[in-house]
């Protein structure tokens, strides 16, 4: 999955502190679309902020795919985890540059202020296009502070292109987000 400007490891800790809590509950946010049973893919996982969530949200049923370009942040997230319950559904991938590099067919897939970061969308939307389920979703949040309605815009015409449609746009403070499934025939 090759990205541009990259989150530096250096500042997870601004990714996951209880103010990002309170503005971006991942219960609040995720409890709509994360159904036990599941396969998640965590795209851009940073340190686990959503990782967590999603795990204790499928209820000791599925697995949660917590993959990054980072060994840092794969650490961040292994730290947490071991020794709980949560580290049987959470596998920790990380990504080559250019592809998240999963084969595993997953239901749901989050990304979280990680579009923007990848520079060739296609590539990403195509890969993702191979990975999922039928009956999948992706959830994409992108920050207003980084990403211009237009381009925002001009990524959903992207993904539209490649055969995906809108089944959502929830609301999302201080950020664009939407959930897209594949077109149906």
């Given at each position: 999955?090759?990205?541009?400007?990259?989150?530096?490891?250096?500042?997870?800790?601004?990714?996951?502190?209880?103010?990002?809590?309170?503005?971006?509950?991942?219960?609040?946010?995720?409890?709509?679309?994360?159904?036990?049973?599941?396969?998640?893919?965590?795209?851009?996982?940073?340190?686990?902020?959503?990782?967590?969530?999603?795990?204790?949200?499928?209820?000791?049923?599925?697995?949660?795919?917590?993959?990054?370009?980072?060994d840092g942040?794969?650490?961040?997230?292994?730290?947490?985890?071991?020794?709980?319950?949560?580290?049987?559904?959470?596998?920790?991938?990380?990504?080559?540059?250019?592809?998240?590099?999963?084969?595993?067919?997953?239901?749901?897939?989050?990304a979280f202020?990680?579009?923007?970061?990848?520079?060739?969308?296609?590539?990403?939307?195509?890969?993702?296009?191979?990975?999922?389920?039928?009956?999948?979703?992706?959830?994409?949040?992108?920050?207003?502070?980084?990403?211009?309605?237009?381009?925002?815009?001009?990524?959903?015409?992207?993904?539209?292109?490649?055969?995906?449609?809108?089944?959502?746009?929830?609301?999302?403070?201080?950020?664009?987000?939407?959930?897209?499934?594949?077109?149906?025939?």
């Open positions: 999955m090759e990205t541009q400007r990259v989150c530096p490891v250096e500042i997870a800790g601004g990714l996951d502190n209880s103010i990002r809590r309170f503005l971006q509950n991942p219960q609040k946010i995720l409890k709509p679309y994360i159904r036990s049973g599941m396969t998640v893919l965590d795209l851009g996982c940073g340190p686990g902020f959503f990782t967590v969530e999603i795990a204790k949200l499928l209820n000791d049923s599925g697995k949660v795919i917590a993959a990054d370009l980072q942040m794969l650490e961040k997230v292994r730290q947490k985890i071991t020794g709980t319950e949560l580290e049987q559904r959470i596998i920790l991938h990380k990504c080559q540059s250019e592809t998240i590099g999963i084969t595993e067919k997953v239901d749901f897939v989050l202020y990680v579009v923007h970061e990848v520079p060739n969308q296609d590539k990403l939307f195509q890969e993702l296009k191979s990975i999922l389920n039928p009956d999948a979703r992706i959830f994409i949040v992108e920050p207003n502070f980084h990403v211009t309605g237009k381009s925002f815009d001009t990524m959903l015409e992207r993904a539209k292109n490649l055969g995906f449609e809108i089944a959502d746009r929830p609301k999302s403070f201080l950020n664009r987000a939407v959930v897209l499934t594949l077109k149906k025939d």
